[in-house]
């Protein structure tokens, strides 16, 4: 039984300090916490301890409810091509003005 096992009860406790995820600003996604700000003080494999900046109150969310954020509040752009796709086509989103370029 691996649930038992004093070895991997060890392994298990130290993960969640070398996590990648362990204290950065996250912002939740979907739930009854939608739009809330809080930094990650601890995780599992699956769900991760949040600690609100609004409510002094920590929660447990799973990975994919929530997304990393910058300190001031700012979104971290997901998408890397967003920037190269607007450099490349001048700003123009390809409307019929972009036709006569």
Do not use: F
Not at 3 to 17: A, F
Not at 18 to 39: A, E, L, N
Not at 64 to 76: F, L, S
């Amino acid at each position: 039984d691996t649930k038992n096992d004093p070895r991997l009860r060890i392994l298990h406790k130290h993960r969640s300090s070398r996590d990648p995820w362990m204290h950065k600003t996250v912002k939740v996604k979907r739930g009854s916490y939608k739009g809330m700000i809080g930094i990650v003080c601890g995780c599992n494999d699956q769900k991760l301890h949040i600690e609100l900046h609004a409510k002094s109150k920590k929660i447990q969310i799973k990975r994919e409810d929530v997304k990393v954020i910058n300190q001031d509040g700012t979104d971290i752009d997901d998408n890397p091509y967003n920037n190269n796709m607007m450099r490349n086509n001048g700003g123009n989103r390809g409307g019929r003005d972009s036709w006569n370029n």
